[in-house]
């Protein structure tokens, strides 16, 4: 049995809201937040992704820094693909060399749900 951490009624094991006082229990809580954490991070890397092409897109007339931003676009897609961690050096190269807005939101990017 577990006990609601609000008004320390008795609750059964499955419960998800507290039949007491109406709380929510603390593994629903958690499931709950974190699933806002990943459509966040979803939300993020969409941006990110528009972004990088968009810079990718606006170097097209130029051929020598084109070169840089495919690769790293594509690098980028491919990490987060295998949920894998980006490194700070890829962050600010990509804030100084693909796209300013796409860099800003990869320096602000949670890298804790990541596998490094």
């Known amino acids: 049995m577990k006990y609601c951490t609000h008004c320390g009624a008795q609750l059964d094991d499955a419960a998800v809201v507290c039949p007491s006082c109406g709380c929510a229990t603390d593994e629903f809580a958690a499931n709950s937040s974190a699933q806002a ?3 966040k ?3 993020l890397n969409t941006v990110i992704k528009v972004f990088m ?8 007339w130029l051929l ?3 070169a ?3 690769p790293m676009t594509v690098s ?3 990490k987060v693909r295998d949920g894998r961690k980006v490194g700070v050096g890829f962050k600010v190269c990509t804030l100084l060399f693909v796209n300013l807005i796409a ?11 990541y596998i490094d």
Request: glycine residues 12%.
């Open 68 to 70: 840089w931003t495919i």
């Open 76 to 78: 980028f897609f491919n």
């Open 41 to 43: 991070d979803n939300t």
């Open 37 to 39: 954490t990943v459509a």
């Open 53 to 60: 092409i968009l810079g990718c897109l606006s170097y097209g």
């Open 103 to 113: 860099g800003i939101c990869l320096l602000c990017r949670d890298e804790s749900g």
């Open 64 to 66: 020598v820094p084109l």
